[in-house]
């Protein structure tokens, strides 16, 4: 007889499982049932290492904050922190264009099985405290890329978590907006909504235009460039 997978590897799987049956089916998918099953498992599986369907949710919550951070991470800091911050609103972008289905959960958007991912006020320091690591930690790349900006005098002195939560509503709600499609098919809407919205948002907070929208040039070209397209 075959060893019983240890508690770990069981909630990897079905955090693992949880993510496939968002891709696959949206929210409806998210069912203890279906979990179950996805890893040859029984329902009691589910509450076993979950406690329910609740935590459950947290968790992939939290795997997809993971799975931002990681991207935000691979963005490269330039002697251009404005430029810096258009890229991580491309990394974010393309993050959850991918899984679109996942994000929704993650930032409380939709609730499977009536189950919404516990969140809270990122900005505010004393409510920060009760929010998961991983959020917090995704956020962060926000902020310290709103205070290098705010410190190269781009961007006129201000709070870099406020500044962080201007910029995050503007990314956030273009690329909501964008996987609900409407504003078109590919990049579309990176070249005419987002870029400039970027820069718009930018000379509010105090760049000039002419800096903006060089910097946002510089960006996406440095990301198509990466990512191996021209755009559409």
Not at 69 to 81: I, Q, R, W
Not at 127 to 156: D, M, P, W
Not at 164 to 173: K, P, R
Request: hydrophobic share 45%; charged share 25%.
């Amino acid at each position: 007889m075959s060893p019983k997978p240890a508690a770990a590897e069981v909630k990897a799987k079905l955090i693992e499982a949880a993510i496939r049956l968002l891709s696959d089916g949206g929210p409806e998918a998210l069912q203890a049932r279906k979990l179950a099953a996805e890893i040859g498992a029984s329902t009691m599986a589910v509450y076993t290492h979950f406690g329910g369907m609740n935590a459950l949710v947290d968790e992939v919550a939290r795997e997809g904050f993971r799975r931002l951070s990681a991207n935000l991470g691979e963005v490269e800091e330039t002697d251009d922190p404005a430029a810096d911050i258009l890229t991580l609103a491309l990394a974010y972008r393309r993050t959850v264009v991918d899984n679109p289905n996942l994000y929704a959960v993650t930032f409380g958007q939709s609730q499977p099985d009536g189950q919404k991912a516990a969140l809270g006020d990122m900005t505010n320091e004393e409510t920060r405290q009760n929010l998961s690591e991983e959020g917090i930690e995704a956020f962060g790349y926000l902020v310290r890329g709103a205070k290098r900006v705010i410190e190269a005098g781009r961007f006129r002195p201000a709070p870099e978590f406020a500044v962080a939560a201007q910029l995050w509503s503007a990314v956030h709600g273009y690329i909501t907006l964008e996987v609900a499609g409407h504003f078109g098919d590919g990049e579309n809407g990176v070249d005419h909504i987002l870029i400039p919205l970027a820069t718009a948002l930018g000379v509010g907070l105090g760049d000039t235009l002419e800096a903006a929208t060089r910097s946002a040039q510089v960006s996406i070209e440095a990301w198509r460039a990466k990512e191996g397209n021209t755009g559409t």
